[in-house]
T-cell receptor
């Protein structure tokens, strides 16, 4: 159990457009979901924490108007990168926790902005 | 603010060697520490999770130790295999369910 999926796994978009990434907990209800960003050969950096039905909490330096997070249900959180630019190209990984004890990670989404 | 450091950043060893990966953290007030494996372009696979009250955890050829007071953890890999080649990430959990990751160790096991 404790499987987290992400969709899409890979996306290319043009500069100025928006792209939505979904994170789903497939076999459990996630009280909290997290979004991370990972640049090549670097570690994961937490972007924001979201709880179902409430506004996301963003880490310092992360623009909340650019990275829109919606945690609409206990099994789904979405990250929308608005007006994407090439510098937004990165690997985005979500995780989910059901009890606050352990985070279960999705397979990641590679975003390339041209 | 918690900071997590992993040494070495990269490691290349011949197949069959036993090896140790190191992780250190600045704030010892942690709930747990977790070791992950990440293959290129992939997500994270959890290897071992050590609670703050534990000293070590073992799974197969992997053994992770935790010395909370000194802010250190080690991941020991016995009899390394080419399939062990990956990036190994250490992460500590502080209050608020937040994980802070180290920079990772890129391991290459040569046949």
């Amino acid at each position: 159990g404790a499987v987290v999926s992400q969709h899409p796994s890979w996306v290319i978009c043009k500069s100025g457009t928006s792209v939505k990434i979904e994170c789903r907990s497939l076999d459990f209800q996630a009280t909290t979901m997290f979004w991370y960003r990972q640049f090549p050969k670097q570690s994961l950096m937490l972007m924001a924490t979201s709880n179902e039905g409430s506004k996301a909490t963003y880490e310092q330096g992360v623009e909340k108007d650019k990275f829109l997070i919606n945690h609409a249900s206990l099994t789904l959180s979405t990250l929308t990168v608005t007006s994407a630019h090439p510098e937004d190209s990165s690997f985005y990984i979500c995780s989910a926790t059901r009890d606050g004890y352990e985070q279960y990670f999705g397979p990641g989404t590679r975003l390339t902005v041209t | 603010k918690q900071e997590v450091t992993q040494i070495p950043a990269a490691l290349s060893v011949p197949e069959g060697e036993n090896l140790v990966l190191n992780c250190s953290f600045t704030d010892s007030a942690i709930y747990n520490l977790q070791w992950f494996r990440q293959d290129p372009g992939k997500g994270l696979t959890s290897l071992l999770l050590i609670q703050s009250s534990q000293r070590e955890q073992t799974s197969g050829r992997l053994n992770a130790s935790l010395d909370k007071s000194s802010g250190r953890s080690t991941l020991y890999i016995a009899a390394s295999q080419p399939g062990d080649s990956a990036t190994y990430l250490c992460a500590v959990r502080n209050a608020g369910n937040m994980l802070t990751f180290g920079g990772g160790t890129r391991l290459m096991v040569k046949p």
